[in-house]
């Protein structure tokens, strides 16, 4: 991630307060301090990516054989008429215009 996506867009940002260990306070001003960071940054950065981690884990699913093969088939599947999604599909993008 990098470390403007986690930067407060427009205005001051919001506080988040944690209470720590002095131990765990030290090590991560020590990792911090390393790569030239604030504490915040740091936290902030670490955060987000495993927030981001834990989240791109639930888009992940197993099947059996049999079930993944019948799931597959119904996405290749082409999808039934649908006025609404072809209007969708020919609407220029906002960016595009």
């Not at 867009?9 to 911090?32: E, F, M, P, W, Y």
Request: glycine content about 4%; charged content about 35%; hydrophobic content about 35%.
């Amino acid at each position: 991630m990098k470390r403007s996506e986690t930067k407060a867009v427009g205005g001051q940002g919001q506080t988040i307060n944690l209470r720590a260990s002095h131990k765990q306070k030290t090590l991560i001003d020590r990792a911090a301090e390393m790569l030239g960071r604030s504490r915040s940054d740091f936290m902030l950065d670490t955060a987000c990516r495993e927030a981001e981690a834990v989240l791109l884990d639930r888009r992940y699913f197993a099947l059996p054989p049999e079930i993944y093969e019948r799931f597959t088939a119904l996405l290749d599947r082409p999808p039934a008429r649908n006025q609404q999604l072809r209007r969708l599909l020919r609407t220029k993008a906002l960016w595009d215009k």
